[in-house]
C-alpha cells in the first residue's frame, strides 16, 4: 500500500508519476485530485501524517508559503478513530478549516478541500471510515467542519479482496 509519506512530490514530473501510478492502482479521485489540481498547479501545499504514532508534523507545516491541507489517513484497513492518533488533537488546533470524509471518493469533495485551503490557509482533511467520521468531528469539535459520510446503512471504506484498493 502506498503511504503518503513515502511519495516524492519535490517536482512537477514526480507528482506527475505519482498521479500516473495512484490511475494504475485503479484511484482516480481523492489524492489525485488534490495533487493534479491543489499541489500540481501550485495552489496549496499537501503534508501528510505518516501514521498513527506520528508527531505533529510543525517544522514542515511552518516552512510551506502556501495554503496547505494537512492529510490523516484514517481509512486504511486498522481505521481507529481520533483517540489513536498522536497528532489529532494538534491537528485540530492547527486548522482555519477541517473537512472529515467518511464516503466514497467523489471530485467535489476534494476541490472543497482545495478550496478551504486557500480560504482559511490551514485545511485539516480527515480521510476515515463511515464507523468514525462522527467520532472524529466530535473529537475535533472544530468551528469550520465540513463532515462528509455515507448515507445510512452503507459502509465506507467498502470491504476489499486482499492487496485491493478501496
Given at each position: 500500500m502506498m503511504r503518503l509519506a513515502d511519495l516524492d512530490l519535490s517536482t512537477p514530473d514526480a507528482i506527475r508519476h505519482v498521479i500516473a501510478r495512484l490511475h494504475t492502482l485503479g484511484c482516480t479521485t481523492g489524492l489525485p485530485t488534490i495533487l493534479r489540481d491543489g499541489v500540481l498547479t501550485g495552489v496549496c501545499g499537501l503534508v501528510g501524517i505518516a501514521g498513527r504514532d506520528t508527531a505533529f508534523p510543525a517544522a514542515k507545516l511552518s516552512t510551506l508559503r502556501k495554503p496547505t491541507i494537512l492529510l490523516v489517513g484514517d481509512d486504511d484497513d486498522?481505521?481507529?478513530?481520533?483517540?489513536?492518533?498522536?497528532?489529532?488533537?494538534?491537528?485540530?488546533?492547527?486548522?482555519?478549516?477541517?473537512?472529515?470524509?467518511?464516503?466514497g471518493p467523489e471530485e467535489a469533495h476534494y476541490h472543497a478541500a482545495i478550496q478551504a485551503a486557500q480560504i482559511t490557509g490551514r485545511m485539516l482533511l480527515v480521510e476515515t471510515s463511515s464507523q468514525h467520521a462522527m467520532a472524529w468531528g466530535r473529537f475535533l469539535a472544530h468551528p469550520r467542519t465540513l463532515l462528509i459520510q455515507t448515507r445510512e446503512g452503507v459502509q465506507h471504506p467498502v470491504p476489499r479482496a486482499a492487496g485491493g484498493l478501496h
Open positions: 486498522a481505521a481507529s478513530g481520533p483517540l489513536t492518533w498522536r497528532c489529532a488533537k494538534q491537528a485540530g488546533r492547527w486548522a482555519g478549516a477541517v473537512l472529515i470524509h467518511g464516503a
